[in-house]
């Protein structure tokens, strides 16, 4: 798990770098949260469906009711929790940052 | 029973004051004669001995009861201290008569409070405090002797009636400087650690278990009669943590309700204020005796309470817009009546002569987040806290926009913020819902606080001000970077506190952004954090292990992190990341600020281990000298944890968006 672990957090560095080196002023940082959330809920509900995220990673997870990502602050530590887990060949993480940047383009490619 | 016998006042008196003195001697020697007869191998059993003792001050208070019984008998037959004895001039002293009096009755120590009680209500309705003050003087030495007594505790609450808890209104000053007399004092502070003993005290057993102090009482707590009086009492009662938490609690939300209400929450005022100078010791009046300051620091003090408040998630919102305000002053004055007409012809002026009282509000502020952090209701208390209190400063930073929070305050939400940057730092890029739960929602983790980001950014937006604010809090999260790189190996989930610590800094950024600071601030704010970074005891430097903190061993490191000009040589030869770097003082200030903390936490997290006679680490701790950049020179591409030295400094460097 640690070695995993440690090996998706080199896989990120390059993207983090290429999110931190230019100096952001984003025009709007609400459009980039909203976007963000959409985008985790639409990547995590994709992962749920696709059966990418073993059952024991859910149990008693009171975000998914019916087998429905609901948005929330349960969603938001859970994720936190995930960001380096691995699911379907690449992390948390890098699906969320993927599929905020295809926002609202991004299609669950499963 | 009914088991009549006749006593002597005089005498009865005298014996217990004899008993009492036994008592105090058997009290005070007690643990010498325990050691002696320990030493001496002795067979008596001196076990039982502090049991003996506490049987000993029961005794005293009951002969104590009866005693006063006696006299009062005595006066029923028409006896009087003070009378004028045939033959004598003036009066005299006289003995009492011998009287009858119920032994076993009167011998508990429940007909003491009781009688006390009847001596406070008909003081406190004789709206004299002359008289009160001579009717009360003997009622603070016994309030304080039965303290722990739950029979007179019981009868004595039972009796007084909420009439008690107006003691304040009855006994205060009409005049003179001071409000109350040392007499007044004496007895509300008697009253306040009475009232405290009792909030802590239950009777009956499984679910007829209830509070000891009556429910009028309690009533009369929090039905904001008279909010000043009972703010006198906790004002004057002991210290915090001496009270029951819930009562301080409910006290607290009867404050806040009622200062919310316009209820009169000052001291009575005293006569016309005739000049500008009576009109502002008026207001430091109001300051002394801020009644819900009072309450409020109690609760502070005892922590709970002060969460019990802010954490409940129905109410502690409320409450948190109350507390989260400009408004913690004395009302002020208008200034108007007192200058002559020919300076100021007529009409309301602004007014002035406002007290600032926000240190007991901004104590209670960072009470209710400081729980021990884990999965106990307190620390859920706690988490719910700190939701409470971001939202509440958002809503006023939207409201107020322009508008700065008092000092103090501001100092409590920097507080919160440092106390909770890994809460923060998880929340920092959703906008979903806020609310405090377990980590990973796991019941076997701890309680979390999660806020929306728009929620965050309205804190810092009050929170930090001056470009120094910025730079001590930068400071405090670059000294976390230790910690954060030890949690990322060591925490069994995939979360990766680097990152999340990344994207908080970033928030702050863009929060500093908005001031446009110009360059001669941002040299102020450089300098803080390099101080903050000094000065901070978690993770990073703060945790150097100075054996002399202000020695000049101290110095000499300090100033080696620093990189004086006299030492640039030593920090750059051989410095293999030097080659990243195009600017050379970037340079060093970048091993001053990632690299000592990065290898502090590889250390930490025990994937670096020093060689034994590496002079760059002791007792644990990293310090920055010529043999530390040595050691990262020669290593920079070794691997620890899966990476090499290089990619952990770089990360982290990402993460505290470091690069020049």
């Given amino acids: 798990m640690k070695a995993k672990k440690l090996v998706a957090l080199t896989m990120c560095l390059p993207l983090l770098l ?9 025009p709007s940082t609400d459009d980039e949260v909203t976007k963000r959330d959409a985008a985790l809920v639409a990547v995590v509900q994709c992962l749920v469906d696709h059966g990418e995220v073993p059952s024991a990673h859910l149990e008693h997870q009171p975000w998914l009711r019916d087998k429905k ?42 | 029973m009914g088991d009549f016998v006749g006593v ?6 005298e014996l217990t004051k004899r008993l009492e003195q036994l008592h105090e001697l058997l009290a005070r020697h007690s643990p010498l004669i325990q050691q002696k007869m320990q030493k001496w191998g002795s067979e008596v059993a001196v076990t039982s001995l502090p049991g003996l003792i506490a049987a000993a001050l029961d005794d005293v208070r009951d002969m104590d009861a009866r005693t006063a019984r006696a006299y009062e008998l005595a006066r029923e037959q028409g006896w009087s201290a003070l009378s004028s004895a045939p033959g004598v001039l003036g009066p005299a002293l006289t003995r009492p008569p011998g009287v009858r009096l119920d032994w076993e009755a009167t011998g508990q120590s429940g007909n003491q409070g009781k009688r006390d009680a009847e001596t406070l209500a008909a003081a406190l309705a004789a709206k004299d405090p002359e008289d009160a003050r001579i009717a009360l003087w003997e009622l603070p030495e016994s309030l304080r002797r039965h303290l722990a007594d739950k029979d007179y505790q019981a009868a004595f609450w039972a009796g007084a009636g909420p009439l008690a808890l107006r003691a304040a ?13 040392a007499e007044s004092v004496s007895v509300l502070r008697a009253l306040g650690a009475s009232l405290a003993a009792a909030s802590q005290m239950r009777v009956g057993t499984g ?27 906790v004002k004057y009662g002991p210290e915090g943590r001496s009270w029951d938490s819930r009562l301080l609690a409910d006290l607290t939300r009867a404050m806040l309700d009622a200062r919310a209400a316009g209820k009169t929450i000052w001291p009575p005022a005293r006569g016309k204020l005739e000049t500008d100078v009576d009109a502002s010791r008026h207001q430091r009046l109001m300051a002394e005796y801020d009644a819900v300051g009072a309450v409020l620091q109690r609760a502070a003090e005892n922590g709970m309470a002060a969460r019990h408040v802010l954490g409940d998630p129905a109410t502690g919102l409320k409450y948190a817009r109350m507390l989260v305000n400009d408004d913690w ?23 002035t002569g406002q007290v600032d009282l926000s240190a007991p509000t901004a104590a209670f502020l960072k009470a209710a987040v400081s729980a021990e952090r884990g999965t106990s209701t307190d620390a859920k208390e706690s988490a719910w806290s700190v939701v409470h209190i971001v939202q509440a400063t958002a809503e006023f930073s939207k409201l107020h926009s322009g508008t700065l929070l ?10 919160v913020a440092g106390r909770h940057l890994p809460d923060f730092a998880q929340s920092v890029n959703h906008n979903f819902a806020s609310g405090a739960l377990q980590q990973g929602n796991k019941s076997s983790n701890p309680w979390v606080a999660i806020n929306k980001v728009d929620e965050l950014e309205g804190l810092f937006t009050q929170a930090l001000q001056k470009p120094s604010e910025f730079g001590a809090f930068k400071g405090l999260m670059a000294s976390r970077v230790s910690v954060a790189v030890a949690a990322t190996i ?4 995939d979360r990766n506190y680097l990152r999340e610590m990344g994207g908080l800094f970033g928030l702050i950024q863009r929060v500093e952004n908005s001031h446009h600071f110009e360059g001669q601030l941002h040299a102020d704010e450089e300098a803080a954090k390099n101080q903050m970074l000094l000065a901070t005891a978690s993770g990073g430097f703060g945790a150097l292990s100075f054996s002399n903190p202000f020695g000049p061993g101290t110095m000499a490191q300090i100033f080696t992190a620093l990189g004086t000009p006299a030492l640039n040589e030593t920090f750059d030869t051989g410095h293999a990341l030097k080659a990243l770097k195009t600017n050379l003082d970037a340079s060093r200030q970048q091993v001053f600020q990632v690299e000592v903390p990065v290898v502090q936490g590889l250390v930490d997290a025990g994937a670096v281990h020093p060689p034994s006679n590496a002079s760059w680490v002791r007792a644990g701790r990293v310090i920055p000298n010529a043999a530390l950049v040595d050691w990262i020179s020669l290593h920079a591409d070794t691997r620890y944890a899966g990476r090499t030295l290089t990619d952990w400094i770089t990360d982290a460097q990402t993460a505290m968006r470091m690069q020049q």
């Fill in chain 2, 329 to 351: 002053h004395t009302p002020g004055y208008d200034p108007g009546p007192f200058l002559s007409s020919y300076v100021h012809p007529g009409g309301a002026l602004p007014l």
């Fill in chain 2, 207 to 233: 679910e007829d278990r209830r509070p000891l102090l009556p429910a009028a009482i309690r009533a009369g707590l929090t039905g904001n009669s008279d909010p000043w009086s009972v703010g006198m009492l």
């Fill in chain 1, 69 to 110: 990502v609901q948005p929330g602050a349960e969603l938001v530590t859970w994720r936190s929790d995930h960001e380096e887990t691995v699911y379907a060949g690449k992390t948390l993480q890098v699906w969320e940052d993927e599929a905020t940047a295809g926002w609202p383009g991004w299609r669950c490619p499963l």
């Fill in chain 2, 406 to 415: 008092p000092e103090k305050i501001r100092g409590s939400l920097m507080h």
């Fill in chain 2, 490 to 493: 060591q925490d069994p989930s």
């Fill in chain 2, 169 to 181: 209104r009855a006994l205060y000053e009409r005049t003179g400087s001071a409000l109350f007399s």
């Fill in chain 2, 8 to 13: 002597d006042p005089d005498n009865l008196k």
């Fill in chain 1, 18 to 26: 290429a999110g931190c080196t230019e100096e952001r002023r984003l």
